[in-house]
């Protein structure tokens, strides 16, 4: 099952044990299963460089409804399921955007920070219809996510001077991020 998954969707499959990996851009993906408690459970570990912002998204808490530093995305139904924090509201919306976060609704379990994440679901791995399903899924929200991290303006302090740092890191053979 796993290995006709891997060959649908353009992953591979790890020969060692029941895990697939790949990438979507700059994020990549390893996707298992795991046991908690009496569940099997779906999961894909996701990981991109760090985009700084010091960026919590998870499901929403009953204490949201009280926190004045959340970041809204506009979307009701985003809204009502996810909370997203981050140290500068501006570069927040990027990530905060719907088309970011409605494919991560797919998920039961969402925890996303600055470097990484996981998506989770409930659901046996050996069911081909369930498995490629998900990493479908995995796959949009990877691809999402790769877009919004592209979109992150510069911090407000620094936006007035990205253009020398940019000049700075070009005569050092580098690049600005």
């Given at each position: 099952?796993?290995?006709?998954?891997?060959e649908?969707?353009?992953?591979?499959?790890?020969?060692e044990?029941?895990?697939?990996?790949?990438?979507s851009?700059?994020v990549?993906?390893?996707?298992?299963?795991?046991?908690?408690?009496?569940?099997y459970?779906l999961?894909a570990k996701l990981?991109?460089p760090?985009?700084?912002?010091d960026?919590?998204?998870?499901?929403?808490?009953?204490?949201?409804?009280l926190?004045?530093?959340?970041v809204?995305?506009g979307?009701e139904?985003?809204d009502?399921?996810?909370?997203?924090?981050?140290?500068?509201h501006?570069?927040a919306?990027?990530?905060a955007?719907?088309?970011?976060?409605?494919?991560?609704?797919?998920?039961?379990e969402?925890?996303?920070?600055d470097?990484?994440g996981q998506l989770?679901?409930?659901?046996?791995?050996?069911?081909?219809?369930?498995?490629?399903a998900?990493?479908?899924?995995?796959?949009?929200?990877?691809s999402?996510?790769?877009?919004?991290?592209r979109?992150?303006?510069?911090?407000a302090?620094?936006?007035?001077d990205?253009?020398a740092?940019?000049?700075?890191?070009?005569?050092?053979?580098?690049?600005?991020?």
């Amino acid at each position: 099952v796993w290995r006709n998954v891997t060959e649908r969707t353009g992953l591979v499959m790890d020969p060692e044990a029941q895990r697939m990996h790949g990438r979507s851009g700059n994020v990549t993906i390893e996707i298992s299963a795991e046991r908690r408690d009496a569940d099997y459970w779906l999961v894909a570990k996701l990981g991109w460089p760090s985009l700084g912002l010091d960026l919590d998204v998870c499901e929403r808490r009953w204490t949201d409804a009280l926190a004045t530093d959340l970041v809204k995305s506009g979307n009701e139904r985003v809204d009502a399921r996810l909370s997203v924090r981050a140290r500068e509201h501006a570069q927040a919306k990027a990530v905060a955007a719907p088309d970011v976060l409605l494919p991560l609704l797919a998920f039961e379990e969402v925890t996303l920070g600055d470097a990484g994440g996981q998506l989770a679901v409930r659901g046996a791995s050996h069911v081909m219809a369930k498995l490629e399903a998900f990493v479908r899924s995995v796959l949009e929200a990877a691809s999402s996510l790769d877009g919004a991290a592209r979109r992150v303006p510069p911090p407000a302090l620094f936006a007035a001077d990205v253009a020398a740092w940019e000049a700075l890191a070009a005569r050092l053979r580098g690049r600005l991020e």
